[in-house]
C-alpha cells in the first residue's frame, strides 16, 4: 500500500492507496482514546474529500483505528460555547453540507463500523454508500442526540428514514436506542454482518463489486413518503404525549417535527433549532451526561485489578436474589447462598424472567442461569473474589455471620454487606480485619436502577476498595463514593421528600393530587406511589430513622394498623391492580404544592453535602438523580435549587 495525503498534514486521519486504488481512510483523533467529530476534525474530513476529488479512488473505505470503536459522536463539549443562534446554525450546517457531500461523491464508500458508532459518527456512515458492521459485542449503532436533548441535524434525520424506514427509524432517534451487530444488519441498517477476522476482505469486495446487499424498507418506507408523513407523525405525537404529558422534554417532538415537515432539514427550521440547542433543557441534559461520564469513571479507575470471576452472594431475598441475578446476566459466575432453601428458589425464578427479558437469544439466557448456582451450604465462599452479604438488616445477626465466614474467604477477597442502615464501623468491629469490610448498597428494582453507593469508611483497605469499584463497573452500575451514615445520600433524602408527602395526606390533600404536582414537577414517580411501592412498613422504619422526626403521619398509622403496605399487599394509599395503581382525577394542584415537597428533598441534599457524605455538588445532583430519577432536565436538585434561588420555598 502506499501512503497518500501526506501533503496535507492531516493529525486525526491517514490514509492507505492498496493496488486496486482502494483508499483507506483512518480516522484516530488525537490526544483522545474516542473518535469525536470536532469542528477541527470535520475540516480535515473535507480536505481529505478535496484531495479524493482531484485523486478519484477506485472505492473509499472508512474505519476507525481506535480500540474503543468507530466514532463517539460530535464533540458535545462545543455545545457549550454555541452562545448565539448564528453559532447553532452554523454547527448544524457545518455536518449537514459536508455529508450531503459525502453522499454525493461519485466513487463508491464503504463505512466499516467496529466497536460503538453514535450520533454523527453514525450520520457519517449513512451518507456513505455502504455500511459494513463486524460482529462483535460491542458493536453498537446510535443516534443519542434526544437524550441531550437535541437532534440528528447532520443528516440523520432524513438518511435513516429513507433506509430502514420511518417506524424504525423515528424509534430510534426519539429513543436514541442503540443497535447491536446483528440487530443492524437484520434491520437493514447496516448492509452486512462481518466477522472481525475478515473486515478488511469483506469490507474491499462491497466496494469493488458495488452490489447491492441490503432490503428495501418496505412498507416503513413509504411512510417517508411527503403524504403519508404528517399521518405517521400524528399517532406518534400520541404516543410522546403519552410518554411525557408536561412536555418537560421538546426535542422528540422537534425531531418529529422535523422530520415531517421538513424531511429532516433543520436548516428548514431555525426558531427550532435555536429553541432546542440553547434551552436550559439541552444545557442541563448535556450536564447530567457528564456526571453520568464522571461515575462511571470511578467504575474504571479500579480496572487495573484483575476483573471478578465469581461472586458469591448471601441472602437470596428481595435484594440478595436479584443482585446475583443481575451479576449472572452480566457474566459472572454466581454462587447463591441462604438458610432457606426456598428463597433459593424464588429467586431463580425471578432470574430466569429477567434472563429470558434482557437476553433475546434463549442460548444466552440458559447460559445466564447456568452461571446462577443454588448454593445452600456456601461452598462457593471460598472461591468468591467478592461477597455480597444482603440477608436481614440486623447487625448481631450480621456480625455472627461475618464471624463464620471470614475463615473462609479467599485472600484478598472484597467483602461487601448490601446495609441500607446499619454503619459499617459498627458492622465491622468482630472481624479479625475490619478493614475488608465496604458497603455496596444497590437499589430496589437492581435491574432498573443504575446506582450504586459504594460506603466508605476511613480505614477500608486501598485495595479493597479499587476492587470494589472495579466489580462495580464491571456489572455496569455507576458507583457513587458515599460515607458510612444512615440513609447514605439516597434514602436520606428521599425520607423527608416522602414524609412532606404524608404531611400532606394529614391536611385533606388526595395522594393523587400530590403525585400529579411531582410529575409535572418532572419526577418519574409521584412520593405516594414511590411509599407504595418500597412498602409502608419500610418507609415507616426508614423515615423515622433518617428525618430526625418523630411523629409518624396519621394516614400512615391508619394503613399500617390496617395491615395495608402498598403494592406488596394490594393496598396502601393506593388499591393495586395488576401491579399498578388504581388512581382517581388529580384535580387541581394546588399552587407552589411541588416547591413545598421538593425543598425537603433539596435541603437534604445540601445538608448530606456539608456533612461531606458526598465529596461535591456535582456527585450529589448525580447521585440523586441516578438514585432516586429527580428530573434530569433540571440538571439535579442543587443545580436546580442555584438556577432558582429566590422561588418560593
Ligand atoms: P429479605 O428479608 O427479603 O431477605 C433476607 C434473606 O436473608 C432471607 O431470604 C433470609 O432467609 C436470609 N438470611 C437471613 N439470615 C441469614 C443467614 N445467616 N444466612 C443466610 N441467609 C440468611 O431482605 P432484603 O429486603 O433483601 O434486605 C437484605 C439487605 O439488603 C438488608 O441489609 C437491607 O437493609 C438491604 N437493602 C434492602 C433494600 C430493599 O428495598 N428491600 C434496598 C437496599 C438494601
Known sequence: MTTTLESLGLQNFSCQLDADNVAWLSIDCVDSSVNRLSAEVLDEFSQALDYFERNPPAGLIIRSTKDAGFIAGANIDEFAELDTPEKGIALVSRGWTLFNRLAKVPYPTLALIRGHCLGGGLEMALACRYRLVVDQP???????????????????????????????ALDMML?????????AAKLGLADGLVAPRLMDQAAKMQVLSQKPLRKA?????????????????????????????????????????????????????????????????ARNLLRVFHLQERLKAFGKKGRKQPAAQHVHVIGAGVMGGDIAAWCALKGLTVTLQDQDRSRIAVAQGRANALFARKKKDPREARAAADRLIPDLNGNGLRHADVVIEAITEN??????????????????????????????EELCTGLRAPQRLIGIHFFNPVAKMPLVEVVETATIDPDVKAATYAFVGQIGKLPLPVQSTPGFLVNAVLAPYMLEAMRCVDEGLAPETIDAAMLEFGMPMGPIELIDTVGLDIARDAGSQLSGDANTPACLETHLANNELGRKSGQGFYQWKNNKPVKQSAGAIPVGLA????????????????RNIVADQDLADAGVIFGTGFAPFTGGPLHYKACNAGLPA
Open 138 to 168: 460491542d458493536t453498537s449503532l446510535s443516534l443519542p442526540e434526544v437524550m441531550l436533548g437535541i437532534f440528528p441535524g447532520w443528516g440523520g434525520m432524513r438518511r435513516l428514514p429513507a433506509l430502514i424506514g420511518a417506524p424504525a
Open 175 to 183: 429513543s436514541g436506542r442503540p443497535q447491536d451487530a446483528r440487530k
Open 217 to 281: 424498507p418496505g412498507l416503513g418506507g413509504w411512510m417517508n413518503h411527503p403524504l403519508a408523513r404528517p399521518l405517521v407523525a400524528k399517532q406518534t405525537l400520541k404516543k410522546l404525549n403519552a410518554r411525557d404529558p408536561y412536555q418537560h422534554y421538546l426535542a422528540p417532538r422537534a425531531i418529529l417535527e422535523i422530520w415531517a415537515k421538513h424531511n429532516g432539514n433543520a436548516l428548514k427550521a431555525p426558531e427550532l433549532v435555536d429553541q432546542l440547542i440553547r434551552s436550559d433543557t
Open 395 to 424: 447487625a448481631d445477626i450480621k456480625r455472627s455471620l461475618y464471624a463464620q465466614i471470614e475463615p473462609l474467604l479467599k485472600p484478598g477477597a472484597v467483602l461487601a454487606t448490601n446495609t441500607s442502615s446499619l454503619s459499617l
Open 595 to 610: 416547591q413545598r415537597l421538593i425543598t425537603p428533598l433539596i435541603n437534604k441534599t445540601q445538608e448530606q453535602l456539608d
